[in-house]
């Protein structure tokens, strides 16, 4: 039987979830879906930005050569006895994958038979490393191929350039698969080092959605986890003198596009401490954009009627406690006068204020878009560990939303869109081919 | 998997999967036209001007607005080829009623499908010339931008080669040069003909009023005079003759080798699972052969994986290289197929590979899209089949028969986009 079982439930999407620390230290929610597809997604707090750490106990930080949080997670899949994971999973059925994020390393697979079994593999293979000076060098020519892989992708290219240009210090700047030459540093002992402080259970949740027993989900744990010592890792993200402002107002880089890519990024270091405030002033951003940016708005319509700009400007908004922005992007033959109009278009809305209206029906859109989400096993995994990760529970999305009035969405605006925290970045086509 | 069917029109067909797991409404209707270089570029057009405005709501913005009224209902363009046939039309996902209290959204967002196909925005009896102008500048842009994913320009070069005297080369986006001669009257008669002619599918899949829906489908086709088209069908080429070398340069950091094969499938023969089969155990997984070969073991690329058509018959392997690997890997990426061919092939690999595939087939259970989709592309090809009896198909598939199609596999081209200035 499971010790201190917390239910939680939302009758408005008509869904609950189960959450329980299981005694080896590792916490664990299991979100019931009566769908065919399974889902379990076993992550640790260790992304890209974690480069330099200690633990409580020791005297000295470690710094670790970039891109190591993203080449463990491809070692992990090699088991003892060169087997691959992939193998074992392959037995099962499930379709297996695994990703490194900024702040997380996740390993996952969905299954329509077999379950139980598959998420014995997965617990097993990531507590187990193998690694040797041999495999970690084969390992090198494959992650090359991969950073070579987004050097060609505008999208990526673009992303990286924008991160520079928002921030000075922050470490969302640092590329996750690291550079072929910072990979080339990375040696088996360095890969342990790191494994044995970010992998320790304290440090890492376990998320199962589907057609799935909690009791079941507790008696696997039991059966393959050991406790691990309770930790306290220490990171230094040597961010303390990240100015308020972006780092610099534009970046221009050229790659073989057919027409100019644009990000008009808004930077915030206004992040609220509390995990249910921080949810609120991003779903709040998230309604901003839509009466701002969407389709429906009276600034998309006028750079799209004139072509100025795409049909898919895009605006997103990301905030964790480690970083805030907001990007707006799409294709143009003319970014600068997109940003010159993004401006304008910024002074003038807070002169004349939001309307009420279109407030309505932007929240109304948001609220909706958080429903629909509950759709499928893989996207509720997922959302719900990206939330946990940041200390929030996905189930109370639909009461913060609602929780949302206009007076706080200006705010927003008022306060957080202003010139010094705008910057924009350019992928422009090669010169000789314009 | 379909529930029930409504013959609305001539050749206007209206299929409902019931189910009441999701809590979204799935729609997609579907023009099915032949793949064609003279009509290409108009069908591509349609679904971008019929969702640019509408007579009732005559601009981007008043559409908008009412998608944002209707809570975030998705409706949008599609455009598709598959084998001969160039399928376009809109496609449409919006919550289930019972999450709103003040609207009908089912019946709201069907009658806008309605308002957008049937009673477009025009100007003189002719579409909008500024928005005909404006939708043609963005077709012109998005194949324009196909350069811009190496990968996936590759893939289409590719096919450009291998294919060039068949149907399948036919670009879903038409041709810049053909886009520009577009007029707002040419593309009106286009529209004529698409309603008018070519044969039409509706899929809903959810839970709504799908009498209601098909009442109004009617009620809007009764006012059109139909005479559907037969669609011809394309001839498929069985083997190669020779293997074509073509080689691009272009600014990459990467090299992008994709090979073509001609894999003799037929899909009158309703034998597509042995063809999924074999592409699972060559290059469909991560414990495929290429996989585990050409990148595990070799250590040659990242991506290295292969992928079949279930029209066309045709077998693509994709891979990210160094510029100086490409005779390298092109060898490993056939000498893994002549194992198949030998008929080297584990029973464990063997077995992996077909609970992967029944993993899949079982999964498109969980998606609205993807039971509408795995339906409507069978059908095209004659085919009713469910995902469970591919299933048991998948289960009674031996390994000698995956060999003896691997055998009627043979290499039709090899194309290698490399860096300029680069030697060899």
């Not at chain 1, 969905?110 to 079994?117: K, L, M, P, W």
Request: glycine letters at 4%; aromatic letters at 10%; one cysteine or more.
């Amino acid at each position: 039987m499971i010790k201190d079982l917390v239910v939680t439930e939302n009758q408005l999407i008509g869904e609950k979830h189960y959450r329980f620390k299981h005694k080896t230290g590792l916490e664990v929610y299991v979100f019931p879906k009566e769908l065919t597809t399974s889902y379990a997604i076993f992550a640790t707090r260790y992304g890209s930005v974690d480069n330099k750490f200690k633990l409580s106990t020791d005297k000295e930080f470690t710094r670790v050569p970039d891109g190591i949080a993203h080449f463990l997670e491809h070692k992990l899949f090699e088991c003892e006895g060169g087997i691959d994971a992939f193998e074992l999973f392959a037995k099962t059925g499930a379709n297996a994958n695994a990703f490194t994020s900024n702040t997380m390393t996740a390993y996952l697979f969905s299954a329509t038979d077999n379950f139980y079994e598959s998420l014995e593999i997965l617990l097993d293979f990531v507590t187990h490393p193998y690694f040797t000076e041999e495999t970690v060098q084969k390992e090198q020519g494959i992650i090359g191929q991969e950073i070579r892989m987004y050097e060609d992708r505008p999208g990526s290219r673009l992303n990286k350039e924008l991160m520079e240009a928002l921030y000075k210090k922050n470490k969302i700047r640092i590329d996750i698969a690291g550079t072929i030459e910072s990979i080339a540093e990375i040696n088996a002992e360095i890969l342990y080092k790191c494994y044995n402080t970010f992998y320790n259970l304290n440090n890492m949740t376990l998320v199962v959605c589907g057609d799935v027993d909690v009791e079941k989900v507790n008696e696997i744990c039991d059966k393959i986890l050991v406790p691990a010592e309770p930790i306290e890792i220490i990171r230094d993200y040597e961010d303390e003198d990240e100015p308020k402002e972006v780092n610099k107002k534009r970046a221009y880089i050229q790659l073989d596009v057919s027409k100019p890519l644009f990000a008009i990024g808004v930077k915030d270091t206004n992040i609220p401490e509390c995990p249910r405030e921080r949810a609120k002033k991003a779903y709040a951003t998230e309604i901003l954009n839509e009466m701002l940016f969407s389709q429906s708005s009276s600034f998309f319509n006028e750079l799209y009627e004139t072509n100025l700009i795409a049909p898919d400007l895009s605006s997103s908004c990301e905030l964790t406690k480690f970083y805030s922005f907001d990007v707006i992007s799409s294709e143009s033959n003319n970014p600068e006068l997109v940003y010159k109009k993004f401006v304008e278009y910024i002074e003038n809305t807070k002169k004349i204020g939001l309307d009420k209206e279109t407030f309505e029906l932007s929240k109304k859109t948001i609220y909706a878009s958080n429903i629909k989400s509950f759709d499928s096993t893989e996207e509720i995994g997922d959302k719900i560990i990206y939330n946990t990760f940041d200390d929030f529970d996905l189930l109370e999305s639909s009461d913060v939303i609602n929780s949302i009035t206009l007076e706080y969405v200006s705010n927003i605006l008022k306060e957080g869109f202003k010139e010094e925290y705008y910057t924009m970045a350019v992928v422009e086509p090669l010169a000789d081919k314009k | 998997m379909i529930d029930c069917s409504y013959e609305i029109a001539k050749g206007v067909r209206l299929n409902y999967i019931k189910t009441t797991k999701f809590k979204t409404n799935y729609i997609s209707f579907n023009f099915i036209a032949p793949l064609s270089s003279k009509t290409a570029h108009y069908n591509a057009m349609l679904p971008l001007i019929l969702t640019r405005a509408s007579r009732k709501y005559p601009t981007q913005m008043e559409i908008s607005k009412r998608l944002q009224y209707l809570y975030s209902a998705d409706v949008g363009a599609s455009n598709n080829s598959f084998g001969e046939y160039h399928i376009f039309g809109l496609k449409a996902n919006m919550l289930n009623n019972r999450f709103a209290n003040d609207i009908d959204i089912n019946q709201e967002t069907m009658n806008l499908i309605c308002d957008l196909i049937f009673d477009p925005y025009l100007e003189n009896g002719v579409f909008s010339k500024a928005y005909v102008k404006g939708e043609k500048q963005n077709l012109i842009d998005c194949i324009e931008a196909e350069i811009n994913n190496k990968s996936s320009y590759a893939t289409k070069r590719m096919l450009n080669e291998m294919c060039k005297d068949e149907v399948f080369n036919v670009s879903k986006l038409g041709e810049v040069q053909d886009v520009k001669r577009i007029t707002s009257k040419s593309l009106y008669g286009a529209y004529k003909r698409a309603i008018e002619k070519y044969p039409i599918v509706v899929y809903v899949v959810g839970d709504c009023d799908i009498d209601a829906f098909a009442n109004k489908l009617k009620e809007c086709f009764s006012k059109i005079d139909r005479s559907p088209i037969e669609i011809p069908l394309a001839e498929i080429k069985e083997r190669a003759d020779s293997v074509k070398q073509i080689v691009d340069c272009e600014r990459v950091k990467q090299g992008k080798l994709v090979l073509g094969f001609r894999t003799a499938y037929k899909y009158t023969e309703n034998t597509y699972h042995l063809l999924q089969l074999f592409n699972e155990v060559y290059g469909g997984s991560p414990t495929s052969k290429l996989f585990m070969n050409v990148r595990e073991k070799m250590s040659l690329c990242y991506t290295c994986r292969s992928a079949v058509s279930q029209r066309m018959g045709v077998m693509m392997v994709s891979s990210g290289i160094e510029f100086d690997k490409k005779e390298i890997a092109e060898k490993a990426i056939i000498d893994q197929l002549e194992q198949i061919q030998k008929g080297n092939i584990s029973k464990e690999e063997f077995d992996s590979a077909k609970k992967s595939i029944i993993n899949g087939y079982k999964s498109i259970y969980d998606s609205a899209s993807a039971m509408a989709n795995w339906v409507f592309y069978r059908s095209l090809c004659d085919s009713n089949t469910t995902p469970l009896a591919e299933c048991e198909k998948i289960e009674a598939t031996t390994v000698e028969q995956i060999q003896e199609l691997a055998n009627r596999i043979t290499l039709d081209t090899v194309y290698f986009l490399k860096g300029e200035n680069t030697d060899d």
